[in-house]
């Protein structure tokens, strides 16, 4: 067991991980090996003039932990605590992602360190630019394809997709996935991962019997994925009780419409002063009962400090490692029914494969025909998942895991080592 005070290293989390799920994979103990490494990481420095004109210089990284199935796939991130080892943990989860949904990709993840909310536009840009340019030799539509990710949004992957392309002398946009529709954008790329995240809840629901009209539930983080997850369940009349972002958010045991909240934060630019509920803490949030809990945010929010306050049936990861390996095992007692990261937010990653695939074939479906894929693919994965956690009788974490890095070692070792 990870030896943790209330939050750990994302890469231990990972490795923590992996020694669990393979007591369960029949396989060469070499294969397993050489995932506990990622094939490729790059650091660049990234040097933007700001607008003062002084020169500042931002640390930026692109991992890929495995292409064995695939061109590697993941985010990219900017914000202030990307490092490293977090990148190659992201990197590791979009892995097994990846493979547990069967999509023909392996994993990466890549980000700049930076606070872009004290960044002007046109310092954005030249941020985006400059790092694009800088793992220019990394991307690429058969090598590697980024994405948007914590801080980073369709804007970003166009200016990302319009440096390679000047670059390559022609328009690529398979290079990089969540891009504006009007540039080879595809039809619910924005919503794709929380409403994938609403789709495996629904799963959920059924197995334990829950009925969703009129259940409670609590959304940690407000941003592109808690916001769709908010307004997905509330269309399936799911009563929430609490949204929150970084610093805070609102309680209301009558319900909060997610759709007016988002309406007040788009006016008012920020959330203070929402009328009619309660100022809470991410704390506060994460303690209240409810049916379903939603941590929508960043890494190790629910940890050995705060793991017994939970009181949720079925605890939705929204956001990539949210609960340590430690909570998870609290957790576990406790009876919370979990739906690990790398089932429940691939909805993101999966319609990112649509896309790349419509690019490809210049050829584009509509909404509904990426909504009903996108709802086979994760349905097919859930019951895969449950099943090998039925047959094994091992928690759904590790059943997860299972099933990813066992398709992951089964391609190593029917590609074999090379040379």
Sequence with gaps: MVDET?????WEMVQA??????????????????LRYPERSLLVSVPVRMDDGSLKVFKGYRVQH??????????????PSVALDE???????????????????GGAKGGVECNPTQLSIGELERLTRRYTAEIMCFIGPERDIPAPDVNTNAQIMAWMMDTYSMQMGHAVPGVVTGKPIAIGGSEGRSEATGRGVVYMIIEAAKKLRLKLDGATA?????????????????REGVKIIAISRSKGGYYCGAGINPFELQRHIAEQKTMDGFAGCDWITNDELLALE??????AALENVIHRGNATNVQTRILAEGANGPVTPIAD????????????????????VTVSYFEWVQDLQNYFWNE??????????????FKKVMAIADEKRIDNRTAANVLGIGRVVEASQLRGLYP
């Design 66 to 79: 495995s292409t064995v199935r695939g061109p590697a796939k993941g985010g990219i991130r900017f914000h």
């Design 290 to 295: 409810c049916d379903i809990l939603i941590p």
């Design 329 to 348: 095992e609290i957790l576990k007692e406790k009876g919370v029914f979990i739906l690990p990261d790398i089932l429940a937010n691939a909805g993101g």
């Design 368 to 381: 509904a025909e990426i909504n009903n894929r996108l709802r086979q693919i994760m349905t097919t994965s």
């Design 218 to 234: 609590a959304v940690q983080g407000f941003g592109n994925v808690g916001s769709s997850v908010a307004r997905n369940l509330f």
């Design 6 to 10: 209330n939050k750990i290293n994302p």
């Design 87 to 105: 990148v190659t943990a992201l990197a590791a989860w979009m892995t097994w992602k990846c493979a547990v949904m069967n999509i023909p990709f």
């Design 17 to 34: 991980q992996i020694d669990k799920a393979i007591k369960y994979i029949d396989c060469d103990p070499n294969m397993i090996e050489k």
